[in-house]
C-alpha cells in the first residue's frame, strides 16, 4: 500500500509561485511513476504533468508547459511540482498520484493506482 501526502498549496497572486510536494510511504519509491493531475470546481480532473520512475523522462499539459516544471528525489521519497508564473485558470485542487511500476510516462487517470487527497492552490487575478 502507497500513501501520498501533498503540500504546499495556498493562495498567490497572479505571476507568483508555489512549489508542491508529495511525499510518499513505501520503500519502493524509485520504482513509481509519479504524476500531478487537478480539478477545478465543476470540471473533470486533467493532466498537469508526469515523471517515470527514473526521472529520465517528464511530460507536461501544454496549458502548463514551460511553467511548470516536475522533479522527483528518491532518496527523500518526495516528488515536487515548481509552478512559476502562474494564472487564475490554474486554480484548482491538485492531487498527486502513483503507480507501482517501472514504465513509460502517464498521462492518463486509470494508469495510477495510488492518490492524494489532493491540497488547493488558488491564484488570484
Known amino acids: 500500500q502507497v500513501q501520498l501526502v501533498e503540500s504546499g498549496g495556498g493562495l498567490v497572486q497572479a505571476g507568483g509561485s508555489l512549489r508542491l510536494s508529495c511525499a510518499a510511504s513505501?520503500?519502493?519509491?524509485?520504482?513509481?511513476?509519479m504524476g500531478w493531475f487537478r480539478q477545478a470546481p465543476g470540471q473533470q480532473r486533467e493532466f498537469v504533468a508526469a515523471?517515470?520512475?527514473?526521472?529520465?523522462?517528464?511530460r507536461y499539459a501544454d496549458s502548463v508547459k514551460g511553467r511548470f516544471t516536475i522533479s522527483r528525489d528518491n532518496a527523500k521519497n518526495t516528488v515536487y511540482l515548481q509552478m512559476n508564473s502562474l494564472k487564475p485558470e490554474d486554480t484548482a485542487a491538485y492531487y498527486c498520484?502513483?503507480?507501482?511500476?517501472?514504465?513509460?510516462?502517464?498521462?492518463?487517470?486509470?494508469?495510477?493506482?495510488?492518490w492524494g487527497q489532493g491540497t488547493q492552490v488558488t491564484v488570484s487575478s
Open positions: 498520484a502513483a503507480r507501482d511500476l517501472r514504465g513509460g510516462v502517464m498521462t492518463e487517470i486509470y494508469e495510477y493506482n495510488y
Open positions: 513505501g520503500r519502493t519509491f524509485s520504482s513509481y511513476n
Open positions: 515523471i517515470t520512475w527514473s526521472g529520465a523522462s517528464t
